[in-house]
């Protein structure tokens, strides 16, 4: 796998916290229906938040309550986990996806997916090697 040199003192996780502010400011905003889901359960590391949740997607008046939801989840949990079973996710996500793919599609409206993630890339149990690259490498093609 390819090294990536860090250029300053941010960790992943302060970057997707960053991302996350950004999408759920603007999505807020612009009253655009968003999904989030964290690939890590955050369960683990604070307890009482689920590893989805959606923004704009009920009526105006719960889009204040639905922030506040999601910047206490994201201010709150931590990444502490040091393998990740990403592939599996991905696939996850992809089948989460598909059953919405044809109400995105009616609907003219289209998804956009970021993904970040921490840790080595790992199978469900932790294990860890070439395999599990490649059929990453496969999952995202």
Known sequence: ????????????????????????????????????????????????????????????????SELNQIRNVMQNITLDQSACPLTYQLKDLGKRLAKEASNVEARDKHVTLVICTQGLLTYEDGEQGTQVFQEFEQELA
């Not at 960053?18 to 759920?24: D, I, L, N, S």
């Not at 400011?25 to 690939?39: E, H």
């Not at 307890?47 to 719960?62: E, I, K, P, V």
């Open 1 to 64: 796998p390819m090294k990536v040199e860090r250029v300053d003192d941010v960790t992943r996780w302060e970057e997707l916290q960053e991302c996350v502010a950004f999408h759920t400011k603007m999505a807020a905003q612009c009253r655009i229906p968003s999904k989030y889901w964290l690939g890590n359960d955050p369960a683990k590391s604070y307890q009482n938040h689920a590893r989805s949740f959606s923004l704009c997607w009920g009526d105006d008046c719960d889009v204040s």
